[in-house]
C-alpha cells in the first residue's frame, strides 16, 4: 500500500483544478495487479469536472481490467472519496468489503477503509440489468 500512496501523492501535482483549488490524486490497483493513476481535471462548467478516483478508474476499465483491489487518494487535507465515485468502484468490485481505501493527506498520514464501510448501502437493482 505504501507504493500506492506514493504514486497517488506523485500524481496529485498534476491535477487541473483551477477552479477549487484542491488538487486530488488518485492511484487504483486492478485484480491482476497494475496500477493505474487519476487526477481531478475540472471544467469551466463545473459539473463537466472528474475526480481523480474516477479518472483512475476509467483508465483501468479502458486498459483491460474491471476488478479494483484496492486504491490509494491524496488530497491536502485526507478527504474520502466522494459519492459518485464510490459507487463507480462498487461497480468493479465483486466483495466491497474486501477493497480497501486509503486517505492520505499532505504529511502522508494514512486513514484506512473498506469501501463496504464508506457506501454500506449502495444503489443496487435487478430492475437494471447487465447486458453483457
Ligand atoms: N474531488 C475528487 O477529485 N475526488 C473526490 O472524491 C472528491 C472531490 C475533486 C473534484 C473537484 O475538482 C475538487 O475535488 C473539489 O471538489
Known amino acids: 500500500m505504501e507504493e500506492l500512496i506514493r504514486l497517488a501523492f ?11 483549488g484542491y488538487r486530488v490524486g488518485a492511484a487504483v490497483e486492478g485484480a491482476d495487479g497494475r496500477v493505474f493513476t487519476g487526477v481531478n481535471v475540472e471544467n469551466m462548467s463545473y459539473g463537466a469536472t472528474i475526480c481523480a478516483e474516477r479518472s483512475a478508474i476509467v483508465k483501468m476499465v479502458a486498459e483491460g481490467s474491471q476488478r479494483i483491489r484496492r486504491i490509494a487518494v491524496a488530497t491536502k487535507d485526507g478527504g474520502a472519496p466522494c459519492g459518485i465515485c ?5 461497480e468493479f468490485c465483486d466483495h466491497p468489503s474486501e477493497v480497501e481505501i486509503v486517505a492520505v493527506n499532505e504529511a502522508l498520514e494514512p486513514h484506512y477503509f473498506q469501501l463496504s464501510q464508506l457506501i454500506p ?11 453483457e
Not at 464510490?86 to 462498487?90: D, H, I, N, V
Not at 448501502?121 to 447486458?131: I, K, L, Q
Open 10 to 20: 506523485e500524481i496529485r501535482a498534476r491535477a487541473y483544478a483551477p477552479y477549487s
Open 121 to 131: 448501502h449502495g444503489f443496487h437493482s435487478s430492475e437494471v440489468r447487465r447486458t
Open 86 to 90: 464510490l459507487q463507480t468502484m462498487l
